[in-house]
């Protein structure tokens, strides 16, 4: 990858840069190209103090390497969506769906560039009366009728989306529950304030697996991110931390890596989805360094085998299956494809 630190408008090979009217923060790419022109929808989401936000729906042409607006798919979105997905391939829908938390989780219908078009909000509180902000999710691509959301009220929740209903709720930690992460049908982990990361198997939903706690007490874990080349491994952040961790999960409470290059906070992570062995995370030191995994760690850590920087903090990452040669960064107020 090369350098990107320019602020304008870049089309060259390796890099190319979208620029919002309002600051970025949430990210998703479609799992499956567009059916009128096979061009790759990328949903960006404003990041504004302001009750009204906005999602906006853009598309990347790999072959003129160039971002391409649609004035039918842009949307008002109450308070900054905290995520953003679009619906799995395996779900065989003719139109992609795309999902976004925030006060709720809410499910639109994205008509190719004709419009995007609401199909449910749904609401986890059992009283009506008060919504807990939804800090994440992650849409099941193996059974992709379920999504799972986490909350500041210490709660996953499982979401049947064809009947839009709650199929499980489950009081996850002790504190607020930041992210969530699938890895099989039945199967799937979060990551709270309480510094706990845990695994739930909703055969058994009374019991969870504690697989990596804060080595300081009370340092909360911020993200998660199964690998789903290889189950056995799985990433997470801690807060204020310059550290990626790497967890084996037949190994619990050691870490069998941490990636310590990043000058300052890690705000992102995202495994290769065509690689077992390689991840990229990204964070306030304006880099997103992609990493491979050796098999065994040597005893001066382990170095990035490519950087990128940005023009400032880096606070969304994406790499998309359907996109596996570009990563997907967000910064200020822009969105930049980096040719990997």
Not at 132 to 151: Q, V
Not at 197 to 220: A, G, W
Request: glycine share 2%.
């Amino acid at each position: 990858m090369e350098n990107s630190t320019q602020e304008s408008h870049l089309r060259s090979e390796n890099t190319i840069t979208y620029e919002s009217p309002y600051p970025l923060y949430a990210m998703a790419i479609s799992s499956t190209p567009s059916r009128t022109n096979q061009y790759q929808r990328i949903a960006l989401g404003s990041f504004t103090e302001d009750y009204d936000n906005r999602i906006d729906i853009v598309s990347f042409d790999p072959e003129t390497l160039s971002v391409k607006t649609h004035q039918n798919l842009s949307l008002e979105h109450p308070y900054p969506p905290t995520k953003l997905m679009f619906s799995p391939s395996s779900l065989h829908k003719s139109n992609d769906l795309l999902a976004s938390s925030g006060d709720y989780l809410r499910l639109w219908e994205v008509r190719d560039s004709a419009s995007i078009e609401p199909v449910f909000v749904l609401n986890n509180s059992k009283t009506g009366e008060f919504c807990a902000p939804l800090t994440s999710f992650d849409w099941n691509d193996i059974e992709p009728k379920r999504i799972g959301t986490c909350s500041v009220d210490t709660t996953c929740t499982i979401w049947d989306i064809e009947k839009g209903a709650v199929e499980t709720q489950l009081i996850a930690h002790d504190k607020e529950v930041y992210d969530i992460a699938w890895g099989e049908a039945r199967v799937f982990a979060s990551v709270s304030a309480d510094g706990s990361v845990r695994i739930f198997d909703l055969r058994d939903k009374e019991h969870s697996t504690i697989i990596y706690e804060s080595p300081r007490p009370d340092t909360p874990l911020l993200r998660l991110a199964w690998n789903k080349q290889d189950l056995r491994y799985m990433a997470t952040t801690l807060m204020d931390s310059n550290k990626v961790v790497i967890l084996d999960i037949r190994s619990p409470t050691i870490p069998v890596a941490e990636l310590e290059r990043h000058r300052s906070s890690v705000n992102a992570i995202a495994w290769a989805p065509q690689s077992c062995c390689h991840i990229c995370s990204a964070g306030d030191d304006s880099q997103a360094l992609i990493w491979e995994l050796p098999t065994v760690a040597g005893p001066n850590g382990i170095d990035p085998m490519s950087m990128c920087s940005a023009a400032s903090e880096i606070n969304q990452l994406q790499w998309s299956a359907a996109l596996p040669d570009w990563i997907a960064i967000a910064f200020s107020n822009k969105m930049q494809l980096l040719k990997v």
